[in-house]
């Protein structure tokens, strides 16, 4: 774990699916918490190298993972957060809970520590899915219980979004969670004007109310120093959420790739 004096221009790199990756701005208000844990933190540089539709798998067999790896430094952290793609059984996505899901975690938290950096693990947030008598229902299964079991077995850091979101997510209701969610009508944002239902995609709301709680636990479990935290109690504007343009998006995609061979990733 992190040391308590200050580090000097520490980083925060991200790994990780839809739920945190920034998005650009041709698909606002779909925001994952990624993209707003900069509002809560000073002198870390957040980066975001979530991508969209990736699991534990496929986010290391294309070099994500490696990118980092190669750019990680000695006292950065590493935030790894999976689950809403592992458990879809798309070719090169999908993994089993307690068996590869495990490995390739494993591989991300060896692989930060080889290079003097601290993994942490994040739980996934809870999709929003309710019944017909409103009881909510927990359709990531096993993932977060199998990250729970690997954290305590590596002596990782855990900062569980996925507990957190199901009291939230159960507290607010069907009703409470449709602004939390990237729920909109027809005509009500320009980038969906036929409207949207998704209850597996944060909006800005969504997204600054899981980053704040995850940068509550940073400073909890003293992954940062204090100093390093801000505004983790004070209101923010929906409007501090940046998009950045989508040709910028695109080019940080592409360019954040590496080759799994060349930092020792093994895919199995």
């Known amino acids: 774990m992190p040391g308590t004096e200050a580090v000097p221009g520490v980083r925060v790199f991200l790994a990780g699916d839809s739920a945190v990756a920034g998005r650009p701005r041709s698909m606002a208000p779909m925001a994952g918490w990624g993209q707003a844990l900069p509002l809560f933190l000073r002198s870390a540089r957040v980066v975001n190298a979530a991508r969209a539709g990736a699991s ?15 750019n990680i430094a000695s006292q950065d952290l590493l935030l790894v957060s999976f689950g809403l793609i592992d458990m879809k059984r798309a070719e090169g996505r999908f993994t089993e809970p307690f068996r590869d899901y495990q490995h390739f975690l494993r591989q991300y938290a060896h692989g930060a520590r080889d290079r003097g950096a601290h993994p942490v693990f994040v739980t996934c947030h809870e999709r929003r899915v309710f019944d017909r008598h409103g009881n909510m229902l927990r359709p990531l299964g096993l993932y977060p219980s199998a990250m729970r079991e690997l954290a305590a077995a590596l002596s990782v850091p855990l900062i569980d ?3 957190w979101s199901v009291a939230q997510w159960r507290r607010k209701g069907p009703e409470g969670t449709r602004n939390i969610f990237l729920h909109l009508d027809p005509g009500e944002h320009p ?6 239902a998704d209850n597996t995609h944060l909006r800005v709301r969504g997204g600054l109310e899981c980053a704040r709680f995850v940068a509550r636990e940073m400073r909890a479990q003293r992954l940062l120093t204090p100093e390093h935290f801000r505004d983790l109690d004070a209101a923010v504007p929906e409007a501090a959420v940046d998009f950045l343009d989508d040709d910028v998006v695109e080019r940080l995609t592409r360019s954040r790739v590496g080759l799994p061979h060349e930092t020792g990733m093994v895919s199995s």
Do not use: D
């Open 56 to 70: 534990s798998r496929s986010f290391l067999e294309r070099g994500r993972l490696a990118w980092i790896l190669g």
């Open 191 to 196: 980038n969906y004007p036929e409207g949207v």
């Open 161 to 163: 979004l996925n507990e």
